[in-house]
């Protein structure tokens, strides 16, 4: 059985993630790891693999049939998306939600022009919590859509948190507001800010001699991470933060809560998540993804897709027929 040859443009936490799934798939192999460092520098884990400088991606075109992207979406992805698509299928997980329609439209514009397929914004939110918010509301058209993130790390946070003058290290969880939780699973349908559903809690290692006091309210007011939120702070060693705090567990749970029927009958829908390694996770679903793509690029198809775009079968390494008696 010929192979789905895999690229990884990217060697960070998703970078490993997405080499550490491909392990796990019989029906891909892994072909080179791309990197902006210098590849003497970088160490990966498969044997016979090899890391290859960015600036010679175009040298593999013919190599692999879709490149994994594995950049941050504040800077990396905006540029390296729309230039990689043009000479490979690729799969990304672009996590803007913001601005997702704008980086699906310079996508498209780039894949199509290259005659490859390009699948954005893959993940579990956005991703898998999408596909499920898009069935709780088609299945519950009178209703209301609830998201809570956490406990869990939350990597923009915490590198906001690390860029503060005099902190060395830092970790940031979102939290559910409990009340909330239970509240929207009454089926009261409440409407909620931004507040009231989550909290945020930091853990900080702050150099010798800072003022904590300072460090804790420039964190407890700074705009759009942590001023809308209940938050709090709690210093303590780079010991603690490398012993507690290094797995980056994450998950979450979207629920639609809704009426049916003339009676008002009132029905809900729950999806939740629970993840030891939240990069893993992702990289697991970037992967089943790719075989997505790859599929579709076979039957000559050129584009952006999204999530919302791609049959659920494609994912799956069983075929049809085995899909169809052990899982229908």
């Known amino acids: 059985m010929k192979k789905i040859r895999i690229g990884i443009a990217g060697y960070g936490n998703i970078g490993r993630g997405v080499e550490l799934a491909v392990e796990r798939n019989t029906d891909m192999e892994l072909v080179a790891v791309f990197t902006r460092r210098d590849p003497k520098t970088v160490r ?6 090899p890391v290859i400088s960015m600036d010679d991606l175009e040298l593999k075109k013919d190599d692999i049939d879709v490149m994994i992207v594995c950049g941050g979406s504040a800077t990396d992805l905006p540029k390296m998306g729309p230039a990689i698509v043009k000479n490979f299928n690729t799969i990304d997980s672009f996590d803007t939600h913001a601005k997702i329609s704008e980086y699906y439209s310079s996508m498209n514009e780039a894949a199509e022009a290259g005659g490859h397929i390009g699948i954005i914004s893959v993940g579990w939110d956005p991703g898998m919590f999408s596909l ?5 509301d088609s299945i519950l058209p009178q209703g209301d859509t609830y998201t809570f993130w956490g406990k869990g790390v939350s990597q923009g946070h915490s590198d906001a948190l690390r860029r503060i003058p005099h902190v060395k ?6 939290v559910p507001v409990d009340e909330a939780v239970e509240e929207v699973r009454s089926g009261s ?22 003022d904590l006091r300072e460090i804790e309210d420039t964190i407890k007011n700074m705009p759009n991470y942590f001023a809308e ?6 210093f303590i060693t780079e010991e603690e933060l490398k012993e507690k705090h290094s797995k980056m567990a994450h998950g979450g749970f979207v629920i639609r809560s809704g009426e049916t029927g003339r009676d008002k009958n009132k029905q809900m829908m729950e999806y939740s998540l629970k993840l030891e390694s939240n ?4 990289a ?45």
């Open 169 to 174: 290290n830092a970790i940031q969880y979102t």
């Open 44 to 49: 990966i884990l498969s044997k016979n693999v």
């Open 132 to 136: 499920n918010r898009l069935l709780g």
């Open 189 to 210: 349908g409440p409407k909620f800010t931004a507040r009231q559903m989550h909290r945020r809690e930091c853990f900080v290692v702050a150099e010798e001699g800072a």
């Open 284 to 328: 697991s679903i970037l992967v089943c993804y790719a075989r997505a793509a790859y599929r579709l690029a076979k039957k000559g198809e050129a584009g952006a897709r999204t999530v919302f775009d791609i049959a659920p079968g494609l994912l799956s390494a069983k075929s049809p027929t085995e899909i169809r008696e052990q899982l229908l």
């Open 229 to 234: 939120y209940d938050t709090t702070v709690h």
């Open 279 to 282: 990069p893993e996770f992702t």
